[in-house]
């Protein structure tokens, strides 16, 4: 019975340590956290009904230097200006992004860079798409 319990532990706990590594999918309003995460990705994980064109929305807070930035993932938008436009400029037209990285900047003292994220990062999907969270 002892062995029996040991390894229900030791499962429990991998099943943690493993499920804190990695978040997993968020759908809309929901919330998770990464603590002392070297990255951090986020990525947009469908379309949605209401016509935003798959753009995934995110709120992030950050104890390192309690400050909330918003993220927004357009994989479908169309961004800047397509063609020389008759003004000899070259071509500035690009597609969203899918996904963003968010990485741990060890030179940094907490709280003195915005895109610090040492300490508890807290992701909100506030967005209309599911949104893939990763912690490494």
Known sequence: MRKVLFVAVIAVLTLCFSASAFAGTLKPGDKTSC??????????AG?????D????????????????????????????LEGDRGVGMANKHSMGR???TLTHE????????????SGEVRITNNGTVDLMVECK
Do not use: C, E, M, Y
């Open 35 to 44: 603590v002392d995460a070297n990255q951090i990705t986020l990525q947009a």
């Open 47 to 51: 379309t949605s009904a209401h016509g």
């Open 53 to 80: 064109g798959g753009s995934a929305n995110a709120v992030i807070w950050k104890s390192s230097n309690a400050t909330t930035i918003p993220i927004t993932l357009g994989p479908k938008g169309n961004h800047g």
């Open 98 to 100: 899918k996904s963003v």
């Open 106 to 117: 060890p030179n940094f003292s907490r709280g003195d860079s915005l895109g610090d994220i």
